[in-house]
């Protein structure tokens, strides 16, 4: 199974803060799972690719947005604390 996960914001400076908070998962999965983020001007690609259960895939998926929303709520209120 494989998913292509595209997230577009409204400036590269946010893209890139997203990016980097969510691509720690490209280092930690177990075997038969690969997950790839990275920044395309105003732009973050996932690229997911399973070889294990759906169950697995989707749990993959559902934590990658929740950890891109974590992130953008956690920028919108440090730019509400400025």
């Keep these: ?25 490209n280092f930690k999965t177990p075997p038969g799972l690969a997950v790839k983020t990275v920044r395309e001007n105003k732009e973050v690609a996932t690229h997911i690719q399973c070889e294990g259960k ?17 992130a953008e709520k956690t920028l919108k209120t440090i730019n509400k604390v400025k």
């Design 54 to 70: 759906f169950s697995t895939f989707t749990a993959t998926i559902d934590d990658l947005l929740f950890s891109a929303s974590i």
């Design 1 to 25: 199974m494989e998913a292509k996960i595209t997230l577009e914001y409204g400036d590269q400076k946010i893209a890139k803060a997203i990016t980097t908070a969510i691509s720690p998962d």
